[in-house]
């Protein structure tokens, strides 16, 4: 008690600086965005009061917000498998005694350092030249090209990352856990099953975390790799807000009810992710 | 003796037996999964090097045929690098980018330890709130205020790169200060309070005692921050990138641009200077960055 006294007095010196670029990048943009999406505006000052009418137009007016936050769930329902199961696998092997394990470590993590604009085009070009020289066809000829071209390029990403995570949580298993299934003879599916992913349950539970927050909220590697195309069909959340915002006339209101749904959404998935996953959790 | 005890030393014996067995075909295993996971590591790196093959072609062999090596016929030399490049304006960009990104990062390493650490000491009612209102801030999508902190920005003249900092301080202090507040919690009080004895100001007391215990956990924060503000794109796109353009803002505003015809052979040069700022990173820091990542991960 005696240093919480001692230091209270300070609250100008050490908490004020980040407290103020907190209201002024937080909490006032905040506030004014809920507000605003009960209001009709085009600039600040001319917001009017509609009360739930952006709320009701969000999902029958433009009608593609529901397609997008659908082809969100979709897209992160088969990223969060995929890059969560190769990710755990790479992991698992990449931890044996194999030659050169740190560069191939190495080569899977890179590509998560990279921003989302940059890798969006890098996999244009790509997925453009196969489709080019497979079908003659380009990523906006259809939406599933769209779809899976973000499933491949976000597994790209991010299996490196998740990688490292559970190569850190493999290291943490006590050995005599393992010796003690050896020796019972246990084949390697039972040890899986029963020890190895029970014991890392943290690890899949802050895996399984970030890829469903990255996924839900994806926008760059979206609006880089097809920005809707074609037909804003393979538009995500993230990115159809974007273009109620800023692209249609007058839509503004809508725009930010819309945001203020999916942060709801985005809120209420991770926080029910967490609570499922931590209730698995056991202690070495 | 029950069944599964006979059953278990049964098996015991048989895997003794067959241990030298077993040790042989984990050696195979081990040479096949390193001739595996060598010509995955080609194929992933396949992407990284298709751009960098395609920045020394000339501009309609990007787009045609993109697979091909350059030949007498595509091959550029380096002129993607000298002429594509002031077409996109990626100098400028790099600047903007190293300022902002340097900047902003020292300013929340310092800043959100300094916060933290009164957040971690005091008992009082505003410092739960204000953790608590951090917390949140992780969660929100930043589409929920994209309009309304740019609004902000142009009020308070916040939207220039100077600016910049303010704003990522105030939107990234969330994840910082609750990495910090957890690390700091775990440091025992006894060494604040033996210096606030021998008579040290809560300034020494923080630079002297707090902050050098908190080195490894700043460095998981730089690496983390350093990676979010070098990439992010609709910040600075909507707050500064009608003036001043980062790396990302560039590459988007290039590939948008509707006047004319896109250089592709300029852009390859650009999505591969892009690139270099990151290997080079990568490669000085890989350890740390690893090591601050997953670090990152676990108290986030």
């Given amino acids: 008690m005696r240093v919480s006294h001692y230091i209270k007095k300070w609250f100008p010196v050490f908490a004020l600086p980040t407290f103020l670029c907190f209201i002024l990048a937080f909490i006032v943009p905040f506030a004014m965005g809920l507000y605003l999406s009960f209001t009709s505006f085009r600039t600040v000052n001319d917001a009017t009061w509609v009360g739930l ?3 009701v137009r969000a999902f029958t007016q433009n009608g593609d917000f529901l397609a997008s936050l659908w082809f969100t769930v979709k897209f992160t329902v088969v990223s969060v498998i995929t890059v969560n199961v190769l990710g755990f696998t790479v992991a698992m092997l990449l931890t044996r005694a194999i ?12 590509p998560n350092l990279i921003g989302g604009i ?15 020289a497979m079908f003659h066809q380009d990523l906006t000829y259809s939406a599933t090209y769209g779809f899976w071209g973000l499933v491949i390029l976000v597994n790209w990403q991010m299996v490196g990352y998740m990688m490292v995570i559970y190569i850190a949580g493999i290291q943490n298993i006590p050995t005599d856990v393992l010796e003690a299934a050896d020796i019972d ?97 056991v202690d070495a | 003796m029950s069944m599964s005890a006979t059953l278990r030393a049964k098996r015991s014996a048989g895997s003794r037996l067959s241990s030298a067995d077993a040790k042989a075909r984990g050696k195979v295993f081990h040479v096949i999964a390193f001739w595996a996971f060598l010509v995955v590591s080609i194929i992933y790196l396949v992407p990284l090097l298709l751009v ?62 300094m916060v933290a650490w009164y957040i971690a000491r005091v008992k009082a009612w505003y410092t739960s709130v204000l953790y608590y209102l951090f917390v949140f801030s992780m969660v929100v999508p930043f589409q929920m205020v994209m309009f309304t902190m740019s609004k902000v920005a142009n009020v308070t003249h916040l939207d220039n790169p100077i600016g910049m900092i303010v704003l990522y301080t105030g939107f990234g202090a969330g994840l910082s ?12 009080i006894d060494l604040e309070e033996a210096a606030m004895i ?19 956990t700043a460095m998981t924060i730089a690496i983390l921050n350093v990676m979010w503000i070098w990439n992010d794109f609709l910040l600075p796109y909507l707050v500064i990138g009608s003036q001043w353009k980062t790396i990302p803002v560039a590459v988007q505003s290039y590939m948008q641009g509707t006047y004319g015809a896109k250089d592709m052979g300029g852009f390859m040069a650009m999505l591969v200077l892009s690139i270099i700022p990151i290997i080079i990173f990568f490669l000085i820091g890989q350890k740390s960055i690893i090591k601050g990542v997953t670090a990152g991960a676990v108290k986030g």
Avoid at chain 1, 99 to 106: H, L, S, Y
Avoid at chain 2, 80 to 87: A, I
Avoid at chain 2, 177 to 188: A, K, M, T, W
Wanted: proline content about 3%; aromatic content about 14%; hydrophobic content about 50%.
């Fill in chain 2, 177 to 188: 200060v609750f990495i910090y507040v957890g690390f700091i919690r775990s440091i025992p």
């Fill in chain 2, 198 to 216: 021998d008579g040290a100001s809560s300034w020494q007391v923080f630079f002297r005692v707090i902050f050098p215990i908190l080195r490894p």
């Fill in chain 1, 118 to 132: 940059v890798l969006g085009y890098i996999w244009q070009l790509i997925l453009n030249a196969i489709l080019q």
């Fill in chain 1, 185 to 281: 003879g246990a084949r390697f599916r039972h040890k899986l099953f029963s020890v190895i992913i029970p014991m890392m349950a943290g690890s899949i539970t802050i895996c399984t975390f970030l890829t469903l927050s990255n996924c839900l909220k994806m926008f760059d590697q979206n609006l880089a790799l097809t920005n809707g195309a074609p037909q804003n069909q393979s538009e995500g959340a993230a990115l159809n807000i974007f273009r109620v915002f800023y692209k249609l006339r007058n839509q503004q209101g809508v725009g930010q009810a819309e945001a203020v749904i999916f942060f709801v959404f985005v809120a209420v998935v991770a926080y029910l992710q967490l609570r499922a996953t931590r209730s698995k959790e």
């Fill in chain 1, 99 to 110: 030659r050169g394990r740190n560069v191939f470590r190495a080569v899977f993590f890179l």
């Fill in chain 2, 52 to 113: 960098l093959v395609n920045s020394f072609k000339g501009n309609l062999f990007v787009s045609q045929t993109p697979f091909a090596l350059p030949n007498s016929e595509s091959f550029t030399a380096g002129q993607n690098y000298t002429d594509g490049l002031q077409k996109t304006g990626f100098f400028q960009a790099l600047g903007v980018s190293v300022f902002i990104t340097v900047c902003a990062t020292l300013v929340i390493v310092l800043l959100t330890a």
């Fill in chain 1, 53 to 55: 009418d952006n709320y």
